[in-house]
């Protein structure tokens, strides 16, 4: 392989490692002959369309590459990744399967089929195969990641913010932790370590309208006119509704009356509010998002 060639592969790889997939696609579209079917063109070109969510065309692509080159566990990982995403979940776990039996101790193979559990809701199955996966690379930040996965899975909302606080610790700048980490914050009470997060996911990776949209509900919570709705946000909105009625019921039949009309009074306006405030402030924030 001449140099130009070989300098493009790299480039490649630069731009696809440092976070610019569709720069990928365009270095690789320069190559022809064989260099266009190098493993390293396929597994680059696999990786590019998975990132930007291309996961049809990334499938195709990372089966060509297997088919000329056999069982390679990267592309085994990027190939289940991909078929997951499109919610081809059986396709997914034999793809896994297939990378496990060459290397049954591959991080990347177990949190990967981890995940595919997740979305299948085996939860138990996911933590042990992250667990294993933890053995091997106990430092990994994709295994806290996976780690908070398994706690928002199983509602464990304050392991979740502190297993995503692990994987920022190792990469602040990772989309997929700040996301963590921000859902983990908002379902702790922590709206406004929510709304770093989810903002700072959503400015890194602002091609995903999900984490946009996270982003935009973070803001409206914490938004200063909602601030006394924040009891409906941290608790079951019927169990302030039942508190609230047994605090007016209870200071009327202790004989304080007047002040059981206050509180009633005051619970209806607060329900008024409750209803006219939000759509009023999602108006004003949309507006400022663009939307």
């Known amino acids: 392989m001449n140099e130009p060639t070989e300098a493009r592969l790299q480039m490649a790889g630069h731009w696809l490692q440092i976070g610019h997939p569709e720069r990928t696609l365009d270095e690789l579209q320069g190559l022809w002959g064989d260099a266009a079917i190098d493993y390293r063109a396929f597994l680059f070109r696999g990786a590019a369309l998975h990132t930007l969510d291309r996961n049809t065309e990334a499938i195709s692509v990372l089966r060509d590459g297997l088919s000329h080159y056999g069982q390679s566990t990267p592309m085994l990982h990027l190939l289940g990744s ?165 605090i007016i019921y209870g200071l009327r039949y202790a004989g304080f009356g007047l002040l059981a009309t206050v509180a009633a009074i005051g619970w209806f306006a607060f329900c008024i509010y409750s209803w006219v405030a939000p759509p009023l402030v999602r108006r004003l924030i949309n507006r400022k998002w663009g939307s």
């Open 82 to 246: 991909a078929l997951r995403s499109e919610g081809q979940l059986q396709e997914a776990e034999s793809v896994y399967l297939q990378g496990l039996s060459l290397d049954p101790n591959e991080p990347d193979l177990l949190l990967g089929y981890a995940i595919v559990c997740l979305a299948a809701g085996q939860t138990e199955k996911a933590s042990a195969l992250v667990e294993r996966a933890a053995s091997f690379a106990p430092e990994s930040a994709a295994v806290s990641s996976a780690r908070a996965q398994v706690a928002f899975a199983q509602g464990r909302h304050k392991d979740m913010r502190r297993h995503s606080q692990e994987a920022l610790s190792v990469d602040p700048e990772d989309p997929g932790a700040q996301a963590l980490h921000g859902t983990a914050s908002m379902l702790t009470g922590d709206p406004r370590s929510g709304y770093r997060s989810l903002a700072s996911a959503a400015a890194n990776n602002p091609a995903d309208g999900d984490l946009r949209g996270a982003a935009r509900e973070a803001k409206l919570i914490n938004h200063p006119l909602l601030r006394p709705l924040r009891p409906f946000q941290r608790f079951n909105p019927l169990v302030v509704w039942i508190g609230a009625v047994a």
